[in-house]
């Protein structure tokens, strides 16, 4: 059984960093690109942050030069740092692997609730 957690979240003053992990069990995530999404209350889910099997990352303009998604697939784990943080950044953080390779398969995580607040 495949299970992504995430953990990492928590209060922070605005400034502030956070790491978020995303560990996989079940699998191995070197065979999955992984996204990073979040979702505020009444807001739609919206990704952050990708990253794929080669190590490709993408971000959305809002978090872009203050948060850096990265891989160790040794681990299992896929980290969103995340740095100078907002108010406007309060959300649960989701964890999402899509398999890149044979069958379509994807998993999400329960997420981590991060709340930026002074």
Avoid at 53 to 61: I, L, M
Wanted: net charge neutral; charged share 15%; proline share 3%.
């Amino acid at each position: 059984q495949v299970e992504l957690v995430e953990s990492g979240g928590g209060v922070v003053q605005p400034g502030g960093s956070l790491l978020l992990s995303c560990v996989a069990s079940g699998t191995s995530l070197r065979y999955y690109a992984v996204r990073w999404y979040r979702q505020a209350p009444g807001n739609t889910r919206e990704v952050v942050a990708s990253i794929t099997n080669g190590h490709s990352t993408d971000y959305a303009d809002s978090v872009r030069g203050r948060f850096t998604i990265t891989r160790n697939d040794m681990t299992n784990t896929v980290y969103l740092q995340m740095i100078n943080l907002k108010p406007e950044d309060t959300a649960t953080y989701y964890c999402y692997a899509l398999r890149t390779t044979g069958h379509l398969e994807y998993f999400w995580g329960k997420g981590t609730l991060v709340t930026v607040a002074s």
